[in-house]
């Protein structure tokens, strides 16, 4: 009986996850300002409710003023980041996970990181220095890493391995 228990609560939590996994983001939880922001998106990418919160508010450009960054799926399923900066409201600035030096696409973690002094991470090189805030993106038990701007464009810096 124990058994056939633990079977049906694995069962009932893979069944939940998975249904999580591939859950729509519903309309009216979305900003008006992502709203706007990503109608410019091509119409490959979909809002993701892949990891909770689906977007973060912070000063990505260092400009004094609130940018979004929003998890959205492009026609294969795989995450990309659209950054919606206040400085360019109407363009959404997609961050492919995938030009990271990462084998694994699917991170499972985001937070902002806030404009201050970066560690020397696994990779080659100095670390940035932040011109606004950065998102942190982690694999868990994995590898981590910031997307920061650098006043041109978003670049990757490696935090852990």
Same mark, same amino acid.
């Given at each position: ?14 069944? *939940? ?10 309309? /009216? ?14 119409? $490959?990418?979909?809002?993701?409710? %892949? ?6 508010? #912070?000063? /990505?450009? =260092?400009? +004094? ?7 959205? *799926? ?10 919606? %900066? #206040?400085? &360019? ?8 996970? #995938? ?5 694994? &696409?699917? /991170?499972?973690?985001? *937070?902002? /990181?806030?404009? +201050?002094?970066? $560690?020397?991470?696994?990779?080659? =090189? %100095?670390?940035?220095?932040?011109? =606004? ?9 994995? #590898?981590? +890493?910031?997307?920061?701007?650098? +006043? &041109? @464009?978003? &670049?990757?810096? $490696? @935090? =852990?391995?």
């Amino acid at each position: 009986m124990k058994n056939v228990m633990i079977r049906i609560v694995s069962i009932m939590l893979v069944l *939940t996850s998975a249904s999580f996994a591939d859950s729509e983001v519903f309309v /009216f939880n979305v900003p008006r300002a992502i709203e706007r922001c990503i109608k410019s998106a091509s119409p $490959q990418y979909k809002l993701s409710a %892949r990891i909770n919160p689906f977007y973060l508010r #912070a000063d /990505f450009d =260092g400009d +004094g003023k609130i940018d979004h960054a929003v998890l959205m *799926t492009n026609e294969k399923g795989q995450i990309v980041i659209a950054v919606c %900066r #206040a400085a &360019r409201a109407d363009k959404a600035e997609i961050v492919d996970i #995938a030009a990271v030096p990462m084998g694994e &696409r699917e /991170f499972d973690a985001w *937070t902002v /990181f806030p404009k +201050g002094r970066v $560690q020397r991470g696994v990779e080659a =090189g %100095r670390p940035p220095i932040l011109r =606004g805030d950065a998102l942190y993106v982690e694999w868990s038990e994995s #590898a981590s +890493g910031l997307v920061y701007w650098d +006043g &041109r @464009q978003f &670049r990757w810096y $490696q @935090q =852990g391995d």
